[in-house]
């Protein structure tokens, strides 16, 4: 009788998490209601006011109450609750999740991350949000393009400012070391980063002393070398803008943003490394204001 009558209060609290009451939750609770229990589709209490704007309170409401913010779920609505909210672009309670200690690195059953989720529907500023959160390092630097033997002649017109973001993969063993990833952004509004680097199977050519304009160049290895040199080959015999796209896929060559910002230079060199960088979030606010001007003008 009293497990029917635990039963019954789990599903009053799933209809009252829907009816976006939270005072009635809050009741249920007290009254012995259960936080973990899943609905027919599968999904926790939590994971249901994650794919609804409009119940970000609630959502509050249940991580206060002792949800567990990294309650996992298998199947068509798998994932947790911070994959179900970046993939409807629920910025505030992605950010909400984030900040009772969601872990951003889970993969679900597509072996996606909630930001691979958010990069892949297009939603730029959970994107934002999660990379934040989780960055050795972000910010506007400036990539080199074309023939490198054309750089030493006009680097500031073979040149374009990026958003640049280093962060770490995702992994079904969360005891092996974390590997690294460098993403490439076109602009700050972008969701979908034009390059993602893996770092762990690249190398790192470090900035040069004594040089005008400092760069790091990042040679990609997870080719085979006779790819790597049929590519070269097929990009030298075409086009211009051929060549620089080949040539592109196989190195990066980047710049800080300020011609002689060697700051810049070295932490993104450093992060490269697996060194974090402390930034505080205002200043990366700032930076992203400084980025979004820019691009309007």
């Known amino acids: 009788m009293g497990q029917q009558q635990s039963q019954s209060k789990d599903e009053i609290l799933f209809q009252e998490v829907s009816n976006n009451n939270v005072e009635g939750i809050k009741s249920l609770r007290r009254e012995g209601a259960g936080l973990e229990g899943v609905d027919k589709l599968g999904r926790t209490p939590l994971i249901l006011a994650c794919t609804d704007d409009d119940l970000y309170d609630v959502a509050k409401t249940l991580l206060e109450l002792g949800s567990n913010v990294n309650a996992y779920r298998s199947g068509c609505n798998g994932g947790t609750p911070l994959h179900h909210a970046a993939r409807r672009g629920l910025v505030h309670t992605v950010k909400l999740l984030l900040s009772h200690g969601a872990k951003p690195l889970v993969l679900d059953d597509e072996i996606q991350t909630a930001l691979e989720v958010a990069r892949a529907e297009g939603y730029s500023n959970v994107v934002r949000a999660i990379e934040s959160h989780i960055c050795l390092f972000s910010g506007c630097m400036r990539e080199f393009y074309g023939p490198s033997f054309l750089e030493s002649f006009a680097p500031r017109l073979l040149s374009r400012k990026v958003w640049v973001v280093i962060v770490p993969t995702g992994s079904r063993n969360p005891t092996k070391p974390l590997k690294l990833e460098l993403a490439v ?3 700050l509004q972008d969701a979908q980063p034009r390059l993602v680097l893996p770092l762990w199977k690249a190398n790192l ?9 400092d760069s790091v160049m990042i040679i990609d290895n997870s080719k085979s070398p006779k790819c790597m040199r049929q590519r070269r080959e ?23 943003e300020i011609k002689g910002d060697t700051k810049q230079l070295n932490r993104f060199s450093e992060a490269c490394k697996g060194v974090p960088q402390v930034y505080c979030i205002r200043y990366i606010q700032l930076l992203e204001l400084r980025y979004f001007t820019y691009v309007s003008l």
């Open 205 to 213: 050519e470090e900035p040069k002393r004594f040089q005008s304009d």
């Open 185 to 187: 952004y076109d602009s």
């Open 234 to 256: 097929s990009g030298f015999i075409s086009q211009a803008r051929r060549w620089a796209q080949v040539d592109r896929q196989i190195r990066l060559k980047l710049a800080a």
